[in-house]
């Protein structure tokens, strides 16, 4: 999402902070019904996940994942959410295991995809303020005080995900050279996010939902695990499968390609959700 | 298409509790399909698998999937296989009885019997031999059950293809007694109101009992065929609107070789379309309270061609192999009471309003489940994909189909309702609705509580307590309910039964 109210500073901070509250209280005493506190609708949201390289690192106790992500926006600065199992370690870490992987493969990465290249330049950024959600008060509490908002249909995903015991984790990003044309977003590429947790079975992400930028995901996903596998992405078909090695340990790799469309997309020329709408 | 039936198994990784009143099997039906969307299969056509997955309680307890790949023409000789038309391919409706599972499709081929203990198929129920001039069959995809469960009945008729739209013809009503396994037939005479055999086929069926006779009825969607076969080419083409859906009422006579329909009244009066799936509350032997739900979408129709947007499939990274077909509009869930003298008709349908999720929706309601103390009922909502909407089907509703610059997506629903008054069990906390869930659900559990269990192969196995869908209990997942080799399993389940036969 943008961000619209980034900071929060000086005197106007309890200020913003007890209006960010009451808006939650009363959100949460109608029910999470949006049309009671219209103020909570997200306005002009356009940040989305247009493409991922992920590298899944399965060894039959933790999934480790490597990302690195290519986001696009119009605005000057964001969050990235997702929801993550509450005993997962989510870090920065510049390791280099992506670019070991494309060595290896003798691959590009996203820029083997046609759909990629055709993306033109990206800005590199980094992730900073990571934070954790436990419940959709403290949620709904963190969008409304940053003035970024929220729709319903996306709120309910993540509903969903803290209904099953997950926790929503949150990361900002800032490109130097921001956009505020909605026909040219900004494309900022950040590198090293990872996230590790416990699991016996190899866990696939959640498709991306619509943000109103990109309606499609471009992806480059390569699993390693440490024994063959007949494991396939949900969505991805596989391009290629073989052997490496990395940090002196030997892999199997299976490589997916390819371009997925988002989740709760929407006709072209159709705006997001607002209220009193009735369909 | 694969050429034997075979099976897999593995285990899911479970987080939380699975409640001892689940011991027991929960059954499902997959569809495997090519991830390549260029690629284009109707939904109805598929390698079948099915799921049974076997619930060991405890915390976290252990969950074991047991897959059967279904050879589609298992068991026929050579000779009588008639390519595209398949003998069976069960990747929809479940119908269990003690150890037996009678799995079905939508609409075409003959239910597969399995043993659900060694989970290998027995037989097909293909009461009626298809030949040249009807080169398929239609069955019910839900069975009727008698009020004490003993015997289960589904239609069966031969399909066949003249002129321009797909026929029924030689229309049977078959018993299978439970407890002997002995079988009788019934030729169904239609309602002479009704008797236009474009569109009689019927994917619900139910059983209840009136001043000790006997009666079954029939959801008739009136779905109409255009052709037996895919679309060939996958193209735009003219829709033959579907007709509003009735229900047929046949009592069950003994004696008599031959059943006459009739009509239940009031039903094609609502004008719904695809009058689809059911519950019913038929204790006490003094008529029924029936719990079913209207699609409204051309389930006759494929997805495919330029959407109502003017977008070419091409542009449209939404489509998949086998799409269902979306709906036309919000639809309608119904309850209608018939006991003694007592004739009664309640409906619920609402529009997604996004500013008041706590209302809930009616857009493509799918599963419908009362409880065990038929107090409260289940309902899922498939929701809407606009960008999946065919422009050929919506033009060729022009009264019913939504205004394409007014919609927007509908995120997929559960409901719990308050099964007397059809009203949604409102309560400040929401725990009777769980937007974003798959449409796969059953109530299971025991006598003093009710567990709601939801299941898709990507999202896994979701259990909650009936009381509260605000709160998941047990979560269970595996990479490998995803995908056979590197096909996957779309469109996401419909249907999941809970059984006790381990």
Not at chain 1, 141 to 156: Q, T, V
Not at chain 2, 88 to 106: E, F, I, R, V, Y
Not at chain 2, 229 to 237: A, C, F, L, N, R
Request: proline content about 7%.
């Amino acid at each position: 999402m943008a961000l619209r109210r980034p900071s929060v500073e000086g005197p106007d901070f309890f200020d913003f902070v007890r209006q960010a509250n009451d808006l939650t209280q009363k959100l949460e005493a109608s029910s999470w019904d949006f049309d009671k506190v219209p103020e909570v609708f997200a306005k002009d949201a356009a940040a989305d996940v247009v493409a991922k390289e992920i590298v899944h690192i399965h060894d039959g106790k933790t999934m480790t994942r490597f990302g690195r992500l290519v986001m696009g926006g119009v605005g000057r600065q964001f969050n990235l959410m997702g929801p993550i199992p509450p005993n997962a370690s989510l870090r920065i870490s510049y390791r280099g295991v992506l670019e070991e992987v494309n060595r290896q493969l003798k691959s590009k990465g996203l820029s083997d995809l046609p759909e990629f290249r055709k993306l033109g330049k990206t800005q590199d950024v980094e992730f900073y303020n990571y934070e954790i959600f436990y419940t959709t008060r403290d949620l709904i509490f963190w969008l409304i005080l940053h003035d970024a908002g929220s729709f319903p249909s996306s709120l309910e995903v993540m509903v969903r995900h803290i209904a099953a015991g997950n926790i929503v984790q949150s990361n900002r990003y800032a490109p130097t050279k921001p956009s505020k044309d909605l026909g040219k977003p900004t494309l900022m590429s950040a590198t090293g996010l990872m996230v590790q947790f416990p699991t016996p079975v190899v866990e696939w992400m959640d498709k991306p939902i619509y943000g109103g930028l990109a309606k499609d995901t471009i992806h480059v996903e390569t699993l390693l695990t440490t024994k063959p596998t007949e494991v396939s992405h949900p969505y991805l078909t596989l391009k290629r499968e073989g052997k490496l090695t990395l940090d002196n340990r030997k892999y199997y790799y299976r490589r997916f390609m390819g371009v997925t469309p988002k989740d709760g997309l929407r006709g072209p020329h159709i705006s997001a959700e607002k209220p009193a709408n009735r369909f | 298409m694969h050429p034997r039936s075979e099976s897999t198994q593995f285990d899911l990784f479970v987080r939380g509790e699975i409640p001892s009143a689940l011991a027991g099997s929960l059954l499902t039906t997959a569809s495997r399909r090519n991830k390549e969307r260029t690629l284009f299969s109707r939904w109805h056509d598929s390698q079948a698998d099915l799921i049974r997955l076997d619930l060991v309680p405890g915390k976290p307890g252990r969950i074991r999937a047991f897959f059967l790949s279904v050879d589609p023409y298992w068991k026929i000789p050579q000779p009588q296989r008639r390519p595209p038309f398949y003998a069976t391919q069960p990747n929809h409706g479940l119908n269990a009885k003690s150890d037996k599972l009678w799995a079905t499709n939508l609409l075409f081929g003959a239910p597969l019997e399995i043993d659900i203990p060694s989970w290998k198929p027995r037989r097909l129920l293909r009461r009626i031999v298809p030949d040249c001039e009807s080169p398929q069959i239609s069955s019910t995809s839900h069975f009727a059950w008698s009020p004490d469960q003993r015997y289960a009945y589904y239609h069966q008729s031969l399909l066949n293809q003249s002129d321009e739209l797909v026929r029924a013809k030689d229309i049977a009503i078959v018993r299978i007694d439970c407890e002997t396994g002995s079988e009788r037939m019934w030729k169904l005479l239609p309602p002479s109101e009704d008797s236009d055999p474009c569109g009689a086929n019927f994917h619900s069926a139910f059983c209840y009992e009136e001043y000790g006779r006997k009666f079954i009825g029939l959801l008739r969607t009136g779905a109409i065929l255009e052709s037996l076969k895919p679309h060939m080419p996958v193209t735009e083409h003219e829709v033959v609107p579907m007709t509003a859906s009735t229900i047929w009422i046949a009592e069950l006579k003994e004696e008599s070789s031959e059943l006459q329909a009739t009509l239940l009244p009031g039903i094609r009066e609502l004008g719904g379309l695809a009058l689809s799936h059911l519950d019913i509350d038929a204790t006490g032997g003094d008529g029924f309270v029936l719990y079913a739900n209207y699609k409204q979408a051309d389930v006759a129709e494929e997805t495919h061609g330029i959407n109502i947007y003017g977008e070419h499939p091409s542009e449209v990274s939404e489509h998949y192999s086998g799409m269902t077909v979306e709906a036309l509009n919000f639809g309608l869930v119904l309850r209608y009471e018939k006991r003694s003298a007592k004739t009664s008709i309640r409906t619920f349908n609402r529009p997604y309003q996004p500013g008041r999720t706590s209302q809930g929706h009616s857009w493509l309601p799918i599963n419908i489940q009362l409880d065990s103390q038929r107090k409260r009922l289940f309902c899922s909502f498939s929701g809407f994909r606009p960008r999946l909407l065919p422009q050929h089907i919506a033009k060729a509703y022009p009264d019913v189909a939504v205004d394409p610059q007014r919609i927007r997506y509908v995120p997929p629903l559960l409901m719990r309702f308050e099964a007397e008054t059809l009203v949604p069990d409102y309560d400040k906390s929401r725990t009777y609705l769980s937007y974003t869930e798959p449409m796969a659900f059953c109530v299971a559990g025991d006598a003093s509580k009710d567990y709601i269990c939801t299941f898709s192969t990507e999202t896994g196995l979701r259990i909650y307590l009936a009381d509260d869908l605000s709160r998941v209990i047990c979560h269970a997942v595996s990479p490998l309910l995803m995908n056979w080799r590197d096909s996957h399993f779309r469109p996401d389940p419909a249907h999941l039964v809970f059984s006790q036969t381990q």
